[in-house]
């Protein structure tokens, strides 16, 4: 009888798949029981956190002068060109 190697190399796959899906499984249900295990985030205590003696508040309104808008760039350096090229085909 004669069995085709085609068969033989599905069961094996089919094989190791079952075997990736039952350890997955099992990955799985022990992770969770460690999820149930551990304690929320709610009750751990957050840690008191000194500050040093440098780094204090400080108003921050004195350390920057006015805005200037005198000398304002535009955002764009093509910024109105079409209106100069149509003004200039007018003038012709």
Do not use: C
């Not at 709610?42 to 921050?60: D, L, M, N, Q, R």
């Not at 002068?65 to 005198?70: S, T, V």
Request: no cysteine.
């Amino acid at each position: 009888s004669f069995t085709h190697p085609l068969v033989y190399v599905t069961a094996g796959l089919l094989i190791a798949m079952g075997g990736w899906h039952i350890q997955t499984l099992i990955r799985t249900l022990m992770l969770k029981t460690q999820w149930k295990r551990r304690v929320p985030l709610t009750e751990i205590p957050a840690p008191s956190i000194e500050v040093h003696p440098e780094f204090k508040s400080v108003p921050t309104g004195k350390l920057l002068d006015q805005a200037n808008f005198e000398n304002a760039v535009p955002a764009s350096v093509t910024e109105n060109t079409t209106r100069q090229l149509v003004e200039g085909t007018r003038s012709k």
